[in-house]
């Protein structure tokens, strides 16, 4: 916490009028100075900045508070970020020796700074940053967006920035930053970043904290590769290109959100001057958080027109249903990305897109089960399957209640039979019994031991077996006929599969994926067929032993839950329809048993995939 006193000093030592005059145009009336007001549009100036009192306010919206509220509400900063930001302005020591790791984290500021300025310098150098430069025009990506976007190139010499840090007594910062690495033998360090084409990940405010850097004629690494966390850097409260887009959205009231760096670039390109990109895979309560006090009351999804798109909005609605974030999603032609359809269809183009934008939920609804009420148990159950994740993460209460009641409009099936589809858990596998053991009364109590970090669970076989083997060949995916991928239980396997499908090489698929989830599909490709027929007979079968094992686990639990029934006469409503289902799981097994045996099984495979 920061001491009551040292943020009164703050506020008595910062030139308000001096502060709010980088963003605002401020012309003297009497002793108060006025403007345009920058938190909503306006044609006649009603902001008003009061330097006797430290203080704003506007007649209009009725914004109002000191320097610090300025800084919050303008700049999307956290109050304590605000405070420290104007100290430091002002030369106050807030106390260091109450947050250790506040000097730790003015040195990776320093040394981000620093490594922003090296790249920014080196991508416009007439020799060294030839080759980034030519990328960017094969992009569509001017000089005067690259410069906005503080762009900048890092050559593939193995220590030029490393060596920097060293001459200027700024290595263990860049150590810190996570911009160098000690080398593997020997002493010195190596830059984190080489053959890259260096993208600044920024603050609202416009302060580099981290980088993505994409890689540039060059072929030994992923195709991206960002910063670690820091103390500066929280992946989960960032968003790409906000210090760009912060102006606009206040003028809209409305953000488009979008995945890559470069497609978030491209759009500010054509003057779509509201997007933004995630950081990470995630979209978290920070984000929305961080959108939240930029004013962005809504939010446009636009995504990239294919399977990977689809799987994005999946990942991202939950957090955004539960948030009750209003959200809508702009539909990309197929094959394109945002990047590509700015540059092809221009700002008038993105506009329109943006415009016909669908609420998510219908989306979701429209896209997982388009045939509605009229769609076929197994299609039914298959959307469900893929609702499921998207559902866990809205808690009980009227939200997830108007949405429970829609997906029982669009199924045509009763809401509770829904919220009880979704709730259903396999239930537990028995632990085994444990021998008693003789009672021994100890001398003395011992310690209570400290618990351990539950470990990651390891993906299971089959469905290991299932990613192992479209890693391998992924034209086995187009045999995956009752899609057995929607079944796939483990997120990161998931996560993997959706990489690989969109047109990413194996190596970038796998780079971000646990080290569990690598080991395991390491040991499943190691048990299948190279290639050719085999492969293709293991793979269905281990789709058949998926798809046989969520049948059971459903009828399972369709047994328990009917069990206690007295005679036909007391049947319930409920209960009908569970052995409704039940009639029509046993009929879709059946065709699974009998689709889902190739010719080529007859010859014998590995482990859990022989014919049950």
Request: charged letters at 25%.
């Amino acid at each position: 916490m920061i001491p009551e006193h040292k943020i009164q000093e703050v506020l008595d030592r910062v030139d308000i009028v001096s502060l709010v005059s980088r963003h605002v145009e401020l012309k003297k009336a009497g002793r108060e100075f006025k403007g345009r007001c920058p938190f909503h549009q306006e044609k006649t100036p009603s902001f008003y900045v009061v330097p006797e009192k430290r203080f704003y306010f506007c007649h209009g919206c009725r914004a109002s508070g000191d320097a610090v509220s300025f800084i919050q509400r303008y700049l999307g900063k956290t109050f304590q970020d605000a405070v420290r930001d104007l100290a430091q302005e002002v030369g106050i020591d807030l106390e260091a020796a109450q947050d250790p790791g506040l000097k730790e984290r003015q040195q990776v500021k320093e040394a981000t700074d620093f490594a922003a300025e090296h790249f920014r310098g080196l991508l416009w150098h007439e020799d060294e940053g030839r080759a980034a430069r030519a990328y960017l025009a094969s992009r569509g990506v001017s000089e005067e967006v690259a410069q906005g976007f503080g762009l900048g190139w890092a050559p593939a010499q193995w220590s030029l920035l490393a060596d920097r840090f060293q001459k200027n007594g700024m290595l263990e910062w860049g150590l810190k930053a996570g911009l160098i690495t000690k080398r593997n033998s020997g002493d010195g360090c190596i830059d984190f970043f080489r053959s890259r084409l260096m993208v600044p990940i920024r603050a609202p405010e416009g302060r580099p904290i981290a980088f993505g850097g994409r890689l540039v004629a060059a072929e030994d690494g992923p195709k991206y590769l960002n910063s670690r966390e820091s103390r500066l850097y929280n992946k989960s409260e960032t968003l790409f290109g906000m210090d760009q887009a912060r102006d606009e959205m206040h003028k809209r009231k409305t953000a488009v959100l979008v995945e890559g760096y470069f497609d978030c670039i491209g759009l500010h390109q054509v003057g779509v001057r509201h997007a933004v990109a995630l950081c990470s895979t995630n979209l978290t309560a920070g984000h929305l958080q961080v959108l939240k006090r930029a004013e962005a009351r809504d939010l446009v999804l636009l995504l990239d027109g294919d399977s990977a798109g689809l799987a994005a909005v999946e990942r991202l609605a939950g957090p955004l249903l539960a948030a009750g974030a209003p959200t809508r999603v702009a539909l990309l032609p197929q094959g394109d990305d945002p990047d590509v359809f700015a540059r092809r269809e221009g700002t008038d183009g993105v506009e329109r897109l943006l415009e016909g934008a669908q609420p998510l939920t219908a989306y979701l609804f429209a896209t997982l089960l388009p045939s509605g009420r009229q769609a076929s148990f197994e299609e039914k159950m298959a959307a469900l399957e893929r609702l499921r994740p998207v559902t866990s993460q809205v808690p009980p209460g009227l939200t997830r209640s108007t949405l429970i009641s829609a997906l029982a409009g669009h199924f045509g099936w009763m809401p509770a039979q829904i919220e009880s589809s979704l709730q259903y858990k396999p239930p537990p596998t028995p632990k085994p019994a444990v021998a008693p053991q003789a009672h021994v009364v100890p001398a003395q109590a011992a310690p209570r031991p400290v618990p351990k970090p539950q470990a990651e669970r390891p993906p299971p076989e089959a469905e290991a077996l299932y990613v192992a083997a479209i890693l391998r060949d992924s034209r086995l995916l187009a045999r995956d006929t009752f899609r057995v991928c929607d079944e796939l239980s483990h997120m990161g396997l998931r996560m993997v599969l959706a990489q690989t499908t969109s047109g990413q090489g194996l190596e970038e698929a796998l780079f971000e994926a646990s080290e569990v989830v690598k080991r395991t599909l390491l040991e499943a490709g190691r048990r299948l067929s190279p290639g050719g027929m085999e492969l293709e007979a293991e793979f269905i079968l281990t789709c058949r032993d998926i798809m046989k094992k969520r049948i059971d686990e459903r009828l399972v639990y369709i047994k328990r839950a009917t069990e206690q029934t007295q005679g036909a006469f007391d049947l319930t409503e409920e209960t009908r329809l569970l052995l409704s289902e039940r009639k029509e799981l046993l009929a879709l097994r059946k065709r699974v048993l009998d689709e889902l045996t190739p010719a080529s099984s007859a010859t014998g495979t590995k482990g859990p995939m022989q014919p049950v």
